[in-house]
């Protein structure tokens, strides 16, 4: 592998980066390497890379798996990929906005599904929001995101970082910090460090829940205003006092705590006992 790789094909092409993409560059081979390790890439793994770049890291995912789908929205780096990813057959390039693309249609009948990415940082949570809640069958998510997003991730109750990706994410996931990134390690250099984390998917939630629509939106009002008591927090529900009231008594959950403090087990409880309440059960 050759250090330069990224460098030599911006010069090249005299490619542009577009800061409204959240183009920044992997140049640390280092960091390669780490990503490579971590994703444990084999020929049997079909492999999905979000935002490939000018291919640095693509080419490294070709040699190993059976075959990469990068999904890239710059119509300039297409033609850069198109050129310089030409020798590998087991390349195949999306031109669309990942946001915008169902990944069901690229994995088809595959089962060894590997995502990685070097994350657009602009739109880090919606992308992992997305291929969560989409239940997408995947092995396992290997993402380079900034140091503070992947804090969040890692985030047990009562920590400041602590809230509804947290949970979201270890509802579906196991995470793992693979290693902290310098913003030195990209062209051009972005302002805010970086941090690579592995989510490997849980055969079954980490909770059994009787409904995770209600359970989610528990979370996102618990969340949307921290300081905020669960019992003021949990009206934003549009539910009975009373389910509500009840729902605290039969849970022994504190209406006075704050949703900061629950784990994701007592989160799963109220959600239950609130659910039990509505459907009279
Ligand atoms: N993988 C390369 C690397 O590590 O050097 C580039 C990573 S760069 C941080 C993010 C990449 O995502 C860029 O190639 C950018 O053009 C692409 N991108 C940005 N927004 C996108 C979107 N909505 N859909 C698909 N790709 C996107």
Redesign the pocket.
């Known amino acids: 592998m050759n250090n330069l790789s990224?460098k030599e094909i911006v010069e090249k092409y005299n490619f542009r980066f577009?800061k409204n993409?959240?183009?920044?560059?992997?140049i640390d081979n280092s960091v390669l390497q780490d990503i490579l390790e971590g994703t444990d890439i084999n020929k049997n793994d079909f492999v999905i890379?979000?935002?490939?770049?000018?291919g640095?890291?693509t080419k490294e995912l070709l040699k190993r798996a059976k075959k990469v789908c990068a999904?890239?929205?710059?119509s300039d780096?297409i033609a850069i990929l198109k050129e310089e990813l030409k020798h590998y057959p087991n390349f195949e390039l999306i031109h669309?906005?990942?946001?915008k693309t169902n990944f069901n249609e690229i994995i088809k009948d595959e089962s060894s599904i590997k995502i990685v990415?070097?994350?657009?940082?602009y739109?880090t949570t919606p992308i992992i929001s997305k291929i969560l809640n989409n239940k997408y069958n995947f092995k396992t998510l290997t993402i380079?995101i900034q140091k503070e997003v992947g804090e969040r991730m890692i985030s047990e109750p009562n920590c400041k970082r602590y809230g509804a990706l947290s949970l979201l994410v270890q509802y579906y996931c196991d995470v793992e910090v693979l290693r902290k990134v310098s913003p030195y390690a990209f062209i051009p250099s972005p302002k805010v460090e970086s941090i690579v984390i592995k989510l490997t998917k849980l055969n079954n939630p980490r909770v059994k829940i009787k409904s995770e629509d209600l359970f989610f939106r528990i979370i996102r009002c618990s969340f949307n205003m921290r300081r905020k008591t669960l019992w003021n927090a949990l009206k934003a529900l549009k539910l009975s006092r009373e389910y509500i009231e009840k729902a605290f008594d039969k849970s022994r959950i504190d209406p006075k705590r704050r949703g900061e403090t629950l784990s994701i087990e007592e989160f799963g409880l109220l959600s239950d006992c609130i659910y039990e309440l509505i459907h009279g059960l």
């Open positions: 990224t577009s993409l959240g183009q920044n560059f992997l890379e979000i935002g490939p770049g000018v640095t890291l999904i890239e929205l710059d780096l669309k906005d990942v946001l990415a070097n994350l657009p940082y739109i380079m």
